[in-house]
């Protein structure tokens, strides 16, 4: 792997990864009936109630964030991608729910002592260097209040183990294509994907790539961000397996 593509992303190239083409295509990767699982899922895992208030960090286009409006939570998302928020807004507007949608970098959030809860959502964790990811946590923290908590969800590396060092995942919306491709580093932790774009009689290429970290490294950065308890479960809360595809660790402030 060149030393090109063994860096984290900038800024920019995750806003060009996560533009109209990724909320084209997620449409199909994640359904209505599969949004709505993940959300039932989010408020029994944060222990949620009406009222409570909630961030979505790196909120996306909002398929989480105003789901969890809709049950009543006070919600804001913060993402660094103007485009993904546009349709975050649209959708909020058009489902009659309020949301606060700011623009914004994980690593510097705007709110300190404000939340009941935050979570980062199917693989929101991760884009940036070890010093940076850990940055993250610790405005997490920072943003919440007192016995707040916070859940990551992220794929389980062990699982991961199993693929072979390259993977593809064809995803198909009509006549339009997303080719993903992904490869692992093994001297750095991180998995690398080209996403490959057949669209409007173009073809388009963009990357993408994300630190994969085991339960042992979360407990460690998020005690050292300031949580006092952090526990495990597996996919969508279900009971942690050490070869379950996805894992999801919730901290306690």
Known sequence: MTDEMSNPLSLSELESYFGEDYVHF?????????????VGAIWELLSLRPGCSVLDIGCGYGRIANRLAKRGARVAGVDISRVLLNKAESDAAESGVDVEYVLGDMRSLPWRDQFDAAFLWYGAFGYFDDA????VLCEAASSLRSGGRLLIEHLNPFSLLRLQPQACRITQRNDDLRVDVWKSDGLTGRWYCEMILVRNGSVRRTRFSVRQ???PEYMRMLRNAGFQTVDAFGEEGKAFTSDGPRFVVVARK
Request: aromatic share 4%.
């Open 26 to 38: 997620d449409a199909v990767i994640h359904p209505s009936e599969t949004s709505d699982r993940q």
């Open 132 to 135: 940076d990811n850990e940055r």
């Open 213 to 215: 970290y085991g339960i």
